[in-house]
C-alpha cells in the first residue's frame, strides 16, 4: 500500500462527492490530511495550494500522459485524446499549434463581436420573473462565441450542448454507451467539417486546424479530431459553469453585487474572485514518474495524483482568513481555476472577456438578483457545473 488510507477521500468518489457543498470536505482535507492517500481506485489527494502548484509546475516528476482524470486510472491509449493528456515536449509543440488565436492580444480584438452575443441574450432576458439562468444565458452565451471562432455558420446549438455534457465526466444524463455514441456522432460531424475547410478553407479555426502542420508534416484525422473536441468542449463547459455560478453567487451574496454595480472599473478584480469562487474545474490527475516527496509524503513511481484545484482556491495559507468569503475586490488574487503551469489554460483570455462582458452589461441592466427556485448543481466530480439555477433579476 502506497499510504494509509484516508477515509475523508473516499467523498471525492463518484457518487459520494457532495457537489452542492463541497467545502466542508476540502477544508477538514486540508487541515487533517493534505496529502491523503484514497485506496480504492488508488490516487493520492492534494488539497493544499502549495502542493498543487508542486505537481502542476513539475512535469518531469508528475505526467499527464497516464489520464488525467481518476476514471483513467490504469487506462492506456494509442493516441492522447486530449492535449491534455500530453507532456512536453509533445505538449509544447501542439500547444504552440493552436494557442496563437488565444492569446490575450488577440483575444482582445473579439470584445465588439462578443458584445454582440452577449448583448442579444441580455437584451431577452425576462426580468421581474423567475427565469432559468442556465438556459437563457449561460448555454447559449459560451456555444455562440466558441462556434463563431470555429467557424460553424446556423449551428444548432441544443446540439451543440447535447453533445459537450455527454463528453464531461459524470454526467447523469448519459449511460456509457450513450457517451460513446456521441463522441462518435460528434467527432464524424467535425471531421466532415474539417474535410470541406481543406477543400475551401477560411479564416475559422477548423481551417487553421485542418490544414496544420507539426514538424513538415500534416496533422493526421486523430490529431484533428482531438483538438476539435477539445475546443468545443473545453470552449463552452468552463465558461458556462463560470458564468452560471456566479449568477448563483451574487443571487446569494447581494452585497456583492451591489459592490459590483457601484465599482468603475472593478470588473476584471471581479472576475478573478468568480474564477476562485466557482472554481469552474474541480481537479485533474497527473501521475508520478519516479519515487518523491510531496508535503512530507512519500509518493512512489507511478502513484496518480489528484490535484484539488477547488480546495486550493479555498486554502486559507494563500488566501488568508477571508479564505471562504466571496470578495469581488480581493486582489491580488492567486487563484488556480485555469489549471498552472505548463497545462495553464488555453482558453483563459477567452473565458475572462466572455465573463466580464457579461457582468458589464448585466450590472446596468439589474439592481438586484435573488434565487426564485430550483438551484441544480451537476454531480460531476471534475466540473463545477450548475445544470439549472432559477433566479428572479430585479430591473435597474
Known amino acids: 500500500m502506497p499510504g494509509r488510507h484516508e477515509p475523508l477521500t473516499e467523498g471525492l468518489l463518484e457518487g459520494a462527492f457532495p457537489a452542492a457543498n463541497p467545502w466542508p470536505l476540502y477544508a477538514r482535507l486540508r487541515a487533517e490530511a493534505p496529502v491523503a492517500w484514497c485506496e480504492e481506485p488508488g490516487f493520492w489527494a492534494v488539497s493544499r495550494m502549495e502542493d498543487v502548484l508542486t505537481v502542476a509546475t513539475d512535469p518531469a516528476t508528475f505526467c499527464s500522459s497516464q489520464g488525467v482524470l481518476v476514471m483513467e486510472i490504469g487506462t492506456t491509449y494509442d493516441s492522447p485524446p486530449t492535449m491534455m493528456h500530453t507532456d512536453p515536449p509533445e505538449h509544447t509543440a501542439y500547444r504552440a499549434l493552436v494557442s496563437p488565436p488565444f492569446r490575450k492580444r488577440v483575444v482582445e480584438q473579439m470584445d465588439a463581436a462578443v458584445r454582440a452575443r452577449a448583448g442579444e441574450l441580455v437584451a431577452a432576458l425576462a426580468l421581474g420573473e423567475p427565469v432559468d439562468v442556465v438556459e437563457s444565458l449561460a448555454v447559449p452565451f459560451p456555444l455562440q462565441v466558441i462556434s463563431d471562432l470555429l467557424g460553424l ?59 496544420a502542420a507539426l514538424d513538415g508534416r500534416r496533422l493526421d484525422d486523430v490529431e484533428v479530431a482531438m483538438f476539435l473536441i477539445q475546443l468545443l468542449v473545453a470552449g463552452n463547459e468552463t465558461t458556462r459553469n463560470l458564468i452560471s455560478g456566479s449568477l448563483v453567487a451574487f443571487a446569494r451574496h447581494p452585497e456583492q453585487w451591489e459592490r459590483l454595480r457601484k465599482s468603475k472599473d472593478g470588473v476584471g478584480i471581479a472576475v478573478e474572485e468568480l474564477l476562485r469562487w466557482t472554481s469552474p474545474v474541480i481537479s485533474f490527475m497527473r501521475t508520478a514518474t519516479r519515487d518523491t516527496v510531496l508535503g512530507g509524503q512519500a509518493i512512489s513511481a507511478g502513484d496518480p495524483v489528484l490535484m484539488l484545484y477547488a480546495s486550493a482556491n479555498r486554502d486559507e495559507a494563500t488566501f488568508g482568513p477571508s479564505a471562504a468569503q466571496l470578495d469581488i475586490t480581493r486582489d491580488p488574487n492567486h487563484h488556480v481555476a485555469f489549471g498552472f503551469g505548463t497545462h495553464f489554460c488555453l482558453g483563459a483570455a477567452l473565458a475572462r472577456l466572455e465573463a466580464r462582458v457579461i457582468l458589464e452589461l448585466l450590472r446596468r441592466r439589474i439592481s438586484h438578483l435573488e434565487v426564485a427556485g430550483e438551484i441544480v448543481t451537476s454531480p460531476s466530480t471534475v466540473i463545477a457545473g450548475v445544470s439549472r439555477a432559477i433566479l428572479r433579476l430585479h430591473p435597474a
Open 153 to 211: 455558420v446556423d449551428v444548432d446549438l441544443d446540439r451543440l450542448y447535447r453533445w459537450s455534457e455527454a463528453l464531461i465526466p459524470g454526467s447523469e444524463d448519459f449511460t456509457p454507451d450513450q457517451a460513446l455514441e456521441v463522441s462518435a456522432e460528434v467527432t464524424a460531424y467535425l471531421m466532415d467539417q474539417a474535410a470541406r475547410r481543406r477543400r475551401d478553407p477560411g479564416e475559422d479555426l477548423i481551417s487553421m486546424i485542418a490544414l
